[in-house]
């Protein structure tokens, strides 16, 4: 019986994990659950579960934290949204619990902070994305195993082709229309820009020990590929399967074992298309952005995501055009001095003012 802490357990991910330790009651326990909100869904999972230790952020982030370090868990599953999820990721780490990761904002906000406390600790650190579970698997599950090239699949999001014109116009609606994931509204959005591309860049360079000119990223329309790894023999391995979470979420507390999901398999009765396409960065300018600011290290991806997360939310509150999203987060960066990563009180800095920054810029578009 594995018994599992669960970190943000009424998002997207973090029902998925629940649905997961349903289908194998005997196999998963859930010993801690924590959420940002105390409300219907969190009450209701909570007394469906019945965990040890259990808190909501907004009421009492002490609880919630605590979650993260439950003694009697085995894995921390953090699936929290946000730059709110580097400080949970800490707290696991540092309590010694193996860490499935999937809060993006842990590596990228706070890379070199996460991967110096966890090697201290000897944690290990399952990667849950699926371009990231695919390049694990094919490593063979260890994210220290060799390689000659990681190449990281995009679908190209919901404007894929569109002008730069036609950008100019687009809506929130179409923006969270994705042609082949079903998402949270925040990370559909990043789909769409690709900065969640570059996020993924950033996070290989730091889950592999991975040099940014070992890392390349292709499109593949369909998401079928999930990610690829080429070794110095010149063979190529891929991982491939539906678009669906469940796989890679399941995994993450099972491997090397695996067992039974509800995801749809790959029918190879029909034709199937498995398309590559080169990434055209001129029709992404946030994905370079974001690139260079995974190569420039320091604070510097910090207030990137910073940025990004308020420029997101005001696209979607219809405050400014999408392409008003790079618009905001270039803006800060241009007035962003890179430092090094030193603790997380500094980062929590960071992101604060890079927030105000880009609230400020925001209001100035919107006029």
């Given at each position: 019986?594995?018994?599992?802490?669960?970190?943000?357990?009424t998002?997207?991910?973090?029902?998925?994990?629940?649905?997961?330790?349903?289908?194998?009651?005997?196999?998963?326990?859930?010993?801690?659950?924590?959420?940002?909100?105390?409300?219907?869904?969190?009450?209701?999972?909570?007394?469906?579960?019945s965990?040890?230790?259990?808190?909501?952020?907004?009421?009492?982030?002490?609880?919630?934290?605590?979650?993260?370090?439950?003694?009697?868990?085995?894995?921390?599953?953090?699936a929290?949204?946000?730059?709110?999820?580097?400080?949970?990721?800490?707290?696991?780490?540092?309590?010694?619990?193996?860490?499935?990761?999937?809060?993006?904002?842990?590596?990228?906000?706070?890379?070199?902070?996460?991967?110096?406390?966890?090697?201290?600790?000897?944690?290990?650190?399952?990667?849950?994305?699926?371009?990231?579970?695919?390049?694990?698997?094919?490593?063979?599950?260890?994210?220290?195993?060799?390689?000659?090239?990681?190449?990281?699949?995009?679908?190209?999001?919901?404007?894929?082709?569109?002008?730069?014109?036609?950008?100019?116009?687009?809506?929130?609606?179409?923006?969270?229309?994705?042609?082949?994931?079903?998402?949270?509204?925040?990370?559909?959005?990043?789909?769409?820009?690709?900065?969640?591309?570059?996020?993924?860049?950033?996070?290989?360079?730091?889950?592999?020990?991975?040099?940014?000119s070992?890392?390349?990223?292709?499109?593949?329309?369909?998401?079928?590929?999930?990610?690829?790894?080429e070794?110095?023999?010149?063979?190529?391995?891929?991982?491939?399967?539906?678009?669906?979470?469940?796989v890679?979420?399941?995994?993450?507390?099972?491997?090397?074992?695996?067992?039974?999901?509800?995801?749809?398999?790959?029918?190879?009765?029909?034709?199937?298309?498995?398309?590559?396409?080169?990434?055209?960065?001129?029709?992404?300018?946030?994905?370079?952005?974001?690139?260079?600011?995974?190569?420039?290290?320091g604070?510097?991806?910090?207030?990137?995501?910073?940025?990004?997360?308020?420029?997101?939310?005001?696209?979607?509150?219809?405050?400014?055009?999408?392409?008003?999203?790079?618009?905001?987060?270039?803006?800060?960066?241009?007035?962003?001095?890179?430092?090094?990563?030193?603790?997380?009180?500094?980062?929590?800095?960071?992101?604060r003012?890079?927030?105000?920054?880009?609230?400020?810029?925001?209001?100035?578009?919107?006029?």
């Amino acid at each position: 019986m594995k018994k599992i802490a669960l970190l943000g357990s009424t998002g997207s991910i973090g029902v998925q994990v629940l649905e997961a330790v349903r289908r194998h009651p005997n196999t998963f326990k859930i010993v801690a659950l924590s959420a940002y909100n105390d409300g219907k869904e969190f009450k209701r999972q909570v007394k469906e579960f019945s965990p040890l230790v259990h808190g909501a952020a907004s009421v009492d982030k002490a609880a919630a934290l605590a979650c993260a370090e439950c003694e009697e868990a085995d894995i921390v599953f953090n699936a929290v949204s946000g730059f709110a999820g580097l400080e949970y990721s800490l707290k696991a780490i540092r309590a010694g619990k193996t860490l499935a990761l999937a809060n993006k904002e842990t590596l990228v906000s706070g890379g070199e902070l996460v991967t110096r406390a966890a090697a201290a600790k000897g944690v290990e650190i399952i990667p849950v994305d699926s371009e990231h579970s695919a390049i694990w698997q094919c490593l063979g599950y260890n994210c220290k195993a060799s390689f000659k090239k990681l190449i990281i699949t995009a679908s190209g999001g919901a404007f894929r082709g569109y002008t730069a014109e036609q950008l100019e116009k687009v809506t929130p609606s179409q923006a969270l229309n994705h042609p082949t994931w079903k998402m949270g509204k925040k990370i559909t959005v990043d789909s769409a820009t690709l900065v969640n591309k570059g996020y993924e860049v950033i996070e290989a360079h730091e889950l592999y020990n991975a040099p940014y000119s070992k890392i390349e990223t292709v499109i593949q329309p369909t998401s079928i590929v999930h990610s690829l790894v080429e070794f110095a023999d010149g063979a190529v391995m891929a991982q491939l399967g539906t678009p669906d979470m469940e796989v890679p979420i399941q995994l993450a507390l099972t491997y090397p074992k695996r067992m039974s999901t509800s995801a749809k398999p790959l029918s190879f009765k029909q034709a199937l298309s498995l398309e590559f396409l080169p990434l055209n960065k001129k029709d992404y300018p946030l994905y370079d952005l974001t690139v260079a600011c995974g190569k420039e290290g320091g604070t510097l991806p910090c207030a990137l995501n910073a940025a990004d997360e308020v420029a997101v939310k005001a696209f979607l509150d219809g405050k400014i055009k999408f392409t008003g999203i790079y618009a905001a987060v270039s803006q800060v960066l241009s007035t962003t001095v890179r430092d090094e990563i030193v603790s997380f009180k500094q980062l929590e800095e960071v992101d604060r003012n890079a927030r105000w920054k880009a609230h400020k810029i925001i209001y100035k578009l919107s006029k």
